[in-house]
Structure formats: structure tokens, C-alpha cells
């Protein structure tokens, strides 16, 4: 089973307007880089102040470049701790965790799906991700570029696929494909 599901533009519109505003744009750089939420909150002051910066992963150990676009950059570094862009809650030396971000956005999601606004279990911060990789894919109509820039294994392409195609995958097509290995 996945861990997300791909979350349609005005549904993720309504959770990240509802997000607390650090929250948000914790998502937003998600979808503007494709980054995991951990790599994001992992990201110091003095990155987003170079605009351009590499990315250590911490999932994979993989290293990788992401651009901040301007306007995002300067509202991050208005907000931005003394060492972490996302600083933590207590202490100036923590990042926000990982854990908190997800807490504020299920918040959010289960206050829009009591209304059928946003369909039951679809955006978590991984959702951004797939949204990420989806619009790229329909912007270069590549699947290889969408593989490069989520820094996924060469080996491993339907992983690649399943997020690229996550709009027009729905839970049971998921379900099915997950039966076939």
C-alpha cells in the first residue's frame, strides 16, 4: 500500500491554506523541489540565503541540487531561525521535526474531509512528493528527467512511474500492482 496518494491541486490547496504558515511553506518548498520533508526541514539559513544549494538526503545518502525560486526564498528567510530555515519549537539548534509537520497537515486534512472537501487519507507531506513528480512529468513528458531530479535508483524505474503517474492511478490500480511482485 502506498503511503500517500496524489492529491488533486484545489483539495492540497485547501490543507495548505489551513496549514500553520511555517507548515506551509515547509510544503511548498516540497513542491517546488520534490525534497522529502526531513531533507527540507534539514535545510540551514545559510542555503536558502545561496538560492541554489545541495541537498544531502537522508534516506538514500544521495546528494542533489535544488533551486528555491526567489519568491519562495524570501519568505522562507523572513521566518528562518538562527541556523535552521525551519527552526525548531524549543531549541534555535533543532529543525522543526518531521512529526510536527505531519500532525498540522492531517489536522488540516481531517477538518476538509468531514466536509468531502479533500478525499479520506490523501495528503500527508509525502503527497507533495507525488504532485512534485506528476507535475514535472507533465511539464517535460519525461519520465527520466522526473527519475533524475527525485534522485531515484536508475534500477528502480517503476517506482519512478508510480509517482509520475499518481494522478491517474487510484488506490485499487496501487493495490493491484502491489499483488503482482
Known sequence: MARSSYVEPTS????????????????????????????????KTAQVKRQRFTVKEQKTGKSRRVLIPRELQLRILRQAGRLY??????????????QAVWLDCSRC????????????GTVSPHSAR???????????????????????????????LLYALSDKLDSKALRELGKQK
Request: proline share 3%; glycine share 6%; net charge positive.
Open 130 to 160: 507525488k504532485v512534485y513528480a506528476v507535475d514535472e512529468y507533465h511539464r517535460t513528458g519525461d519520465l527520466d528527467a522526473v527519475r533524475q531530479k527525485l534522485n531515484h535508483d536508475p534500477a528502480h524505474v517503476a517506482t519512478t
Open 12 to 43: 492540497l490547496g485547501l490543507v495548505l491554506a489551513a496549514l500553520q504558515p511555517a507548515n506551509r511553506l515547509v510544503f511548498e518548498v516540497m513542491l517546488a523541489t520534490g525534497l522529502r520533508v526531513s531533507d527540507v526541514l534539514n535545510i
Open 85 to 98: 530555515a525551519f527552526e525548531g519549537r524549543y531549541d534555535w539548534r533543532k529543525h522543526r521535526t518531521r
Open 109 to 120: 486534512a481531517r477538518f476538509f474531509q468531514h466536509g468531502g472537501a479533500v478525499p479520506k
